[in-house]
């Protein structure tokens, strides 16, 4: 691993902490869970927000671990989360008590001193219903205001619960169950309403945000984010005007544009902001073949959290062509840019530019690219509009682009320290082969999003690499990056002791000196974390927590370089550090990575041939592209000889369905099934043969 400098701060704007504080980010003394008070903002011992504070900066002020003592950090707890898929959650701290969110929707209150468990609730998620989640069955967060604590299912429900003992108090259906939505982002509370999105683009949905009672679960508002059936009448006056940004019948794929992370609300201004993701299907020249901007996809909305009325909005990727999403979390700051003071928003969505904007009004200020750029060469700033290249067309003929649809940046929370003056953020090179389908409508079986998945799995690709960038946002450019050994990797933390936390693939937990980069703390474990860390005190004493279980939409890719579930079992744990902390670093069994004997291929070439197509455009989202499965769900050329007598079972009629593994029988039949188990045991023998090779020449 090295670090890359590229240059010092010489113009820290944020030195003075005066200049940079803005009310959002005041921190008080009132209780966290007055959510009515306009003016709470951090805490001092809590992380109440998701982002920890309103603008979301993911900035702990506590500093009792700093650079002089971050070496006597050591593991306080740990807590065991019972899962084996992704963990994104961010811990909420609030009084004493940590709640954490685990894959299926399942909240855990824990005590955040001890790790002792309090109670734990399980909304029963439908294992079938994981069939709609494109990116794994993760959940990332919850929210807790007063004595509420609130979570979205994957199966579509937002639920409140009673803090104290984790009782139902409400819960309501925010989706069409029958239709192929999931929620995995986190709610977000705004004085007497929590709002939730959904996910889904990807199995072409319409996107929506909805806002309910705290107290009671009746909905108070709802936001379409893309206009519907142009027969029929609008629901809210803002989709007059997107409508005409649109061509062709793309209500009929539901449009896209699912508001599936980032909201971010400002009390100061009463603005709810809203990140807004990609078209269904990806590529414009089906979704809108006569061309348009296609709003509100790929945008920032500026919403008025009472009404759900638009004040305004700015769209990062106009005529989205490529999974731009603009859902990237979002960080509120004020900064001086040209000398004057700017109320402004941040983001790094996956198109691969970083933006400032004004958050009061939506005018662009600047945005530069933090990761490998090709569909565009930059972003006007005159008209806020990004310049297209050439590169970025594959209407005509199949283009490798970056970023590629997993973005240069993804739902990872970056963090902002208003000390130096920095965003840290997760960033990644993961460049796709775009290849545009306009027949697969007409192909039973294939996948929805308009490209040639067969060609996309057999390109040759760059590799792909991840990094933590340290990000000056006035001057728009790096200040020193450091690279991993895989692309993946966790959110990021940034505390008051000049320190930034983040837990990466390979199972490590790494602490850098927030000016200079220099990796000053790590530790290591045997889950590879995603989630980015939060800091609270308790009893004097400041804490570090994690929460580690690996997963996400990086599983899309198959095997991960360097991650540390290709040797250990996924087990899914908060790990919790203080200073002088002396608990051992909990372990996890290793993989069996003994290859069985693959059943005896009896299938003709041509069958092969089919199921690699099913597999192509059923099972490649989470077992791995070409069956090399990145180990969040088993790799199926090491199925045993047990597995491979039930396949069919397995595939058609839910007989795993309790471990997640829901049934195809609506999608496939028997010979269906038959095929994609000839494609399986074929690549079982390519991996044997492939071993084989290897320890001959050993
Ligand atoms: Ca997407």
Redesign the pocket.
């Known amino acids: 691993m090295s670090i890359y400098k590229y240059g010092t701060c010489f113009l820290c704007v944020c030195a003075l902490l005066s200049a940079c504080t803005g009310e959002s980010e005041k921190t008080t003394d009132q209780p966290v869970n007055d959510a009515r008070s306009p003016a709470v903002g951090t805490s001092d011992t809590d992380w109440p927000l998701h982002g920890n504070d309103f603008g979301e900066t993911r900035f702990s002020p506590l500093d009792q671990v700093n650079k002089s003592n971050v070496d006597d950090l050591g593991l306080a707890w740990s807590y065991d989360l019972g899962s084996t898929r992704g963990v994104e959650a961010t811990p909420i701290v609030v009084g004493g008590v940590m709640y954490v969110s685990a894959p299926w929707s399942v909240v855990h209150a824990v005590n955040a001193k001890t790790g002792a468990p309090l109670w734990v609730y399980d909304p029963k998620v439908d294992r079938q219903h994981a069939i709609y989640a494109?990116c794994d069955v993760v959940n990332r967060g919850v929210a807790v205001a007063d004595g509420r604590v609130f979570v979205g299912t994957v199966d579509g429900r937002l639920v409140a619960l009673d803090a104290k003992s984790g009782s139902l108090l409400w819960e309501v259906q925010t989706t069409p169950p029958d239709q192929p939505y999931t929620i995995t982002g986190a709610p977000r509370v705004i004085k007497d309403k929590v709002v939730i999105g959904n996910g889904g683009?990807?199995l072409l949905v319409r996107g929506y945000i909805t806002a309910y009672d705290t107290a009671t679960g009746t909905q108070a508002w709802r936001f379409y984010t893309v206009p519907g059936d142009p027969s029929k009448p609008v629901e809210h006056p803002e989709l007059e005007s997107a409508m005409a940004t649109w061509t062709g019948e793309w209500w009929k794929d539901g449009g896209?544009g699912?508001a599936w992370d980032s909201m971010v609300y400002d009390p100061e201004l009463n603005l709810l902001y809203v990140g807004v993701?990609?078209g269904a299907p990806w590529p414009r020249y089906q979704r809108s073949p006569g061309g348009g901007d296609n709003l509100f996809l790929c945008s920032i909305l500026a919403l008025n959290p009472d009404t759900g009325r638009l004040v305004w909005h700015y769209q990062t990727t106009p005529g989205d062509n490529w999974?731009y999403?603009s859902v990237q979390p979002m960080i509120l700051a004020d900064l001086k840019i040209n000398g004057e003071e700017r109320k402004v928003l941040l983001q790094a969505p996956k198109n691969g530019f970083f933006y400032v904007l004004d958050r009061t009004s939506g005018e662009f200020i600047s945005a530069q690219p933090y990761t490998t750029v090709n569909w565009a060469t930059h972003i006007d700033p005159e008209t806020g509009r990004p310049v297209e290249a050439p590169a970025g067309q594959y209407a005509e003929k199949d283009r490798i682009i970056y970023p590629g649809?997993l973005g240069g940046h993804n739902w990872q929370g970056m963090a902002f320290n208003p000390n130096t003056g920095y965003v840290y953020l997760p960033a990644q090179d993961v460049p796709l082969l775009y290849a545009n389908d306009p027949q697969w409508r007409e192909q039973p079986g294939a996948w929805r999003l308009g490209l040639d998945g067969a060609k996309l799995f057999d390109a040759e690709l760059p590799e792909y690499k991840g990094y933590l960038v340290a990000w000056d946002p006035v001057a728009q450019k790096a200040v020193w990056r450091h690279e991993f050994a895989g692309y993946w990797n966790g959110g990021v933390l940034a505390t008051g002791g000049d320190l930034v936390f983040q837990g990466s693939a390979d199972g490590l937990f790494t602490a850098y000196d927030a000016m200079s980069g220099d990796q000053i703390w790590q530790v290591a474990g045997t889950t590879g974390i995603i989630a980015p860390p939060t800091s609270y005190a308790i009893d004097g004493e400041q804490y570090v927590a994690v929460a580690a279980g690996y997963g996400g939409g990086g599983i899309n890719g198959g095997i991960i370089e360097g991650a540390v579930i290709n040797r250990y079992l996924n087990q899914g744990r908060v790990l919790a550090f203080k200073l002088g902390g002396a608990a051992p670093m909990p372990t996890s069994p290793p993989r069996n990575l003994t290859l069985p004997e693959p059943p005896q291929q009896t299938a003709s070439a041509e069958t092969v041939a089919q199921g690699k197509y099913l597999y192509d455009h059923h099972c490649w989202p989470c077992h791995g592209s070409n069956v090399a499965s990145s180990w969040v769900v088993p790799d199926l050329r090491y199925l045993s000889a047990e597995r491979h007598a039930i396949f069919n079972d397995i595939v058609l009629k839910g007989a795993l369905l309790p471990l997640g593994m829901p049934s195809f029988g609506a999608e496939l039949d028997d010979a269906d099934a038959e095929a994609i188990h000839a494609y399986v045991i074929e690549k079982a023998h390519e991996l044997k043969a492939e071993q084989g090779a290897l320890a001959a020449a050993e």
């Open positions: 494109c683009a990807e896209g699912t993701g990609n999974d999403t649809p």
